[in-house]
């Protein structure tokens, strides 16, 4: 069983959808929860970041972490065709920054 | 742009050869670290360099070696290239971003053993 487990889709959507894209973890001691887009081509973006459980919420863009189910959720309000990529979910433990990567879900948001 | 750079884009090798992949960071972002994402994979952690000195590794053999030079540039080598290495090479750049350090990845080299 991997560390950090994604579905990698894809998951095609209609444009104005709301996009729920998951993760699951085995490592309890995972405390940095982050989500990455990766547009084709290019290197991850960090979209959000969230320490330890709760919500986080940045314009359309809004982080859930649920560490007793070991569980993170990236949620896309009023998705755009803009928003097609690959989202990659990644967790780290306290000290070094050095996360792992879960395998990443591609979305495609059609007009 | 993240002000990560990477040479060269693209880069075919064969089976046995020797590579370098360099990257450049903005200045005052001391930690530097390099990844290898295979198609349809998330990026795995090959080691991160602080002031010029590895300071962690991933799952990957000696073969894989790196440097960091003062000017905030770095380097990947892999030597015997092997099929499997085919992959984008992704360097990252960390910095403190308000109470929270960052990753700033770099564009990425990509890698085609043959």
């Given at each position: 069983q991997k560390e950090v487990e994604q579905d990698p889709g894809p998951l095609s959507v209609p444009e104005g959808a709301i996009v729920s894209l998951n993760c699951t973890y085995?490592?309890?001691?995972?405390q940095y929860f982050m989500w990455y887009r990766q547009y084709s081509r290019k290197g991850p973006e960090l979209l959000m970041y969230t320490y330890s459980s709760g919500n986080k919420e940045d314009g359309r863009f809004t982080a859930q972490v649920d560490k007793s189910s070991k569980y993170i959720s990236l949620f896309i309000r009023d998705?755009?065709?803009?928003?097609s990529a690959t989202y990659l979910c990644a967790m780290s433990s306290g000290g070094s920054y050095i996360p792992t990567f879960g395998r990443g879900t591609s979305l495609i948001v059609h007009p | 742009e993240t002000g990560v750079t990477q040479s060269p884009t693209h880069l075919i090798k064969t089976r046995g050869q020797q590579v370098t992949l360099r990257c450049s960071s903005q200045s005052g972002h001391n930690t530097v670290s390099w990844y290898q994402q295979a198609l349809g994979q998330g990026p795995q952690f090959i080691f991160q360099y602080y002031r010029e000195e590895e300071n962690g590794r991933g799952?990957?053999?000696?073969?894989?070696s790196g440097l960091q030079f003062p000017n905030y540039s770095s380097e990947l080598n892999v030597n015997?290239?092997?099929?499997?290495?085919s992959a984008l090479y992704l360097c990252a750049s960390t910095a403190q971003r308000g109470a929270q350090e960052t990753q700033y990845f770099g564009p990425g080299t990509r890698l085609l053993v043959l």
């Open positions: 085995s490592n309890s001691a995972f998705s755009q065709p803009s928003d | 799952n990957f053999p000696p073969r894989f015997a290239l092997e099929l499997d290495d």
